[in-house]
């Protein structure tokens, strides 16, 4: 039986040779995360946010059967293999009551037409979304109001209506089925090792029942963190990759317990894994890149579900998965195509429509995947579910913010940004708004109900890799949300659309509607699904509208049109580039591509000590 060689105890050879040569001390691979406390703060209106921590994760030595890189090019413009720095996955178990805010704010009545089509179909949870993965999924509306409330927002389940897509109900309704392997004692080559707490059992025993978990990826490692033990940095479990890295990583809301926690991650690889954290099970779905061989870039359990996800793949398709069903060789041939679906025509561009190659309403539901739509032929960059659980904001590669109404599966309109793509996205706690970051270094503000540019925000040095808005500090008029970005900045922002300037409209745009009548644009190719940091191409070129249809592809609109907004506060936040931002209650919480996971606290005289007297409840949106 072949036996692996023991992982190195260096970073590489050529780094212990040159600290041994100048009598310095080898430098080590550490193997265990860091909690310190360096001091730091920052003043912003409200008051001081102090470092509260910085909890340093474990980066993994490469596998023994990776083969090494030597001398590699920073400078290289060929295509790296996809990988991302470190994002967070929060979750409590206990369901707490969201900000005050979301009680204030608009109901189904002032949205667009197409969000209000079903006043009688309410949707109920008791599970409130207090979690988090830093893109800006946030508590949903519709799981804090009812009919009465004046939050109520209507959405049918996805899939309504396909009976195939059910899922298996039991008779006991806690009862929830488990993957099907032991990830402990799998003999897959995907996993290389698995590592559990001795204390594990303990640990979960005398946890608070309001504490916050944490899961993480760094590198080929995959951790899940307990935040509210005093022995934080001490990971429950540990799981280490062979060779593929964890590019995004989601909680079902719908599922949790304190017996059962659905985890989702999707892979450089393409691959996917569902891992039932509790009872150490998962299944690989996507094995081998039998529906798709491009990597996912980012992952989301469908709101509302208990087995529907949806993955992005770098080759600009979103794919629905159903965590339960075994994997097929999809061919595009052998689906019918539904008479309202958008498919694109042969020598159609799938920028402007959406391709839907298998629906969510066909009768072949016996395998995944459940839903394939082709978007572009640029990778998608990051997608965010509005909080009414109807539309999906889906930014590429390819410079364009699409807004779909994925119930329906119908592209609803699309923006183009002022340069380069897009990198992330996020919707206000009322859906009213949508933030987009990009690789030209700004934050747009979109306003969808009237297809409007609201703003731009300039702050950042370089690319915008993640938004959220803080639901904590928002009410019906005032919003604040943060970025952090490649230039290790945190950027914090308000903004009242009452205060913005308003830009002016010129005469031949016509605003005001989805249906508005505007020549659609279309950008040139970039670097295909290359996950490099190429910048994408701002070429941009007219093309006649088809004269039998409305057009909803939205041009840029020219800077002297639109209001600047400035960041109410800047701060180098790490001595590394940042890849992730979410709010809790009492603290803002960043991670850099490194590791790194600091948490700032949140002024002590902070307005959510007056909110209801809950200020010691770590909720997390």
Not at 109 to 116: K, N, Q, R
Not at 134 to 146: A, I, L, Q
Not at 151 to 169: H, I, K, M, Q, Y
Not at 233 to 254: E, Q
Request: aromatic share 8%.
């Amino acid at each position: 039986m072949f036996v692996l060689p023991p992982p190195p105890r260096y970073p590489t050879q050529a780094a212990y040779n040159a600290a041994v040569a100048a009598g310095h001390a080898t430098p080590m691979i550490e193997t265990n995360n860091i909690l310190t406390t360096p001091e730091d703060q920052f003043l912003v209106g409200e008051g001081i946010y102090v470092l509260k921590e910085d909890l340093l994760l474990a980066t993994p030595p490469p596998h023994p059967s990776e083969a090494p890189v030597i001398n590699p090019n920073p400078l290289a413009t060929n295509p790296q293999p996809a990988t991302t720095g470190t994002k967070v996955s929060l979750l409590s178990l206990d369901a707490r009551r969201p900000p005050s805010a979301f009680y204030r704010l608009t109901g189904a009545a002032d949205l667009p037409g197409s969000i209000a089509e079903h006043p009688n179909e309410w949707r109920f949870s008791n599970d409130a979304k207090l979690s988090s993965d830093g893109e800006g999924r946030g508590t949903s509306v519709s799981d804090v109001g009812g009919p009465g409330s004046a939050t109520a927002v209507s959405a049918p389940a996805f899939g309504d209506g396909n009976a195939l897509l059910a899922p298996e109900r039991f008779k006991d309704p806690n009862k929830r089925r488990k993957p099907k392997n032991n990830m402990t004692k799998s003999n897959s080559s995907f996993i290389s090792r698995v590592i559990i707490n001795e204390a594990f059992s303990k640990k979960m025993a005398e946890r608070p029942h309001d504490g916050v978990f944490a899961f993480a990826n760094i590198n080929r490692a995959f951790q899940w963190l307990d935040l509210s033990s005093p022995t934080k940095s001490d990971y429950l479990t540990k799981i280490l990759f062979t060779k593929a890295h964890c590019l995004s990583h989601d909680v079902n809301l719908v599922t949790k317990s304190s017996s059962h926690l659905d985890i989702i991650m999707g892979f450089s690889t393409g691959e996917i894994i569902w891992w039932e954290a509790m009872s150490q099970r998962y299944t690989r779905l996507n094995k081998n890149g039998v529906i798709n061989k491009t990597p996912v870039s980012q992952i989301r359990w469908i709101p509302g579900a208990e087995n529907l996800f949806l993955a992005a793949h770098m080759d600009g398709t979103l794919v629905v998965y159903d965590k339960e069903k075994e994997d097929a060789v999809f061919s595009p041939e052998e689906e019918e195509v539904r008479p309202n679906s958008q498919s694109t025509p042969p020598n159609g561009k799938p920028s402007d429509k959406i391709s839907v190659l298998k629906s969510v309403h066909s009768k072949n539901q016996k395998t995944n995947p459940v839903a394939i739509w082709k978007l572009s032929n640029q990778r998608i960059n990051a997608f965010n579910f509005s909080p009414d659980n109807r539309h999906l904001a889906v930014v590429s590669e390819d410079g364009t913010m699409r807004i779909i109404d994925y119930l329906k599966e119908e592209l609803l309109g699309l923006y183009n940004a002022y340069y380069g793509g897009f990198t992330c996205v996020c919707w206000s706690p009322d859906g009213k708004y949508v933030l987009t970051g990009g690789q030209d270094d700004l934050i747009s503000i979109w306003y969808p109900q009237e297809t409007t540019l609201i703003a731009r925000c300039q702050g950042h040095q370089s690319w915008v890799t993640s938004v959220a808005f803080d639901p904590w500090r928002c009410d019906e008029k005032n919003y604040r949300f943060g970025s952090v970005g490649d230039d290790c900045r945190l950027c914090l922002w308000d903004f009242n659309v009452g205060m913005l300037h308003k830009p002016k409209v010129s005469s031949h745009r016509q605003r005001g509607s989805v249906s508005s009548r505007v020549p659609i644009l279309q950008r040139g190719d970039t670097q295909g699904t290359s996950p490099g940091r190429m910048r994408s191409e701002s070429t941009i070129s007219i093309v006649d509208a088809d004269d039998t249809g409305i057009s909803i592809n939205y041009a840029v609109e020219p800077r002297s049109n639109v209001a600047t907004l400035p960041p109410v506060l800047t701060k180098v936040a790490d001595s590394d580039p940042l890849s992730w931002i979410t709010f809790t209650e009492d603290s803002i919480m960043t991670s850099c591509k490194i590791g790194h996971i600091r948490t700032w606290s949140r002024p002590s005289d902070s307005f959510t000590q007056s909110n209801n007297g809950t200020s010691n409840v770590k909720d997390v949106v």
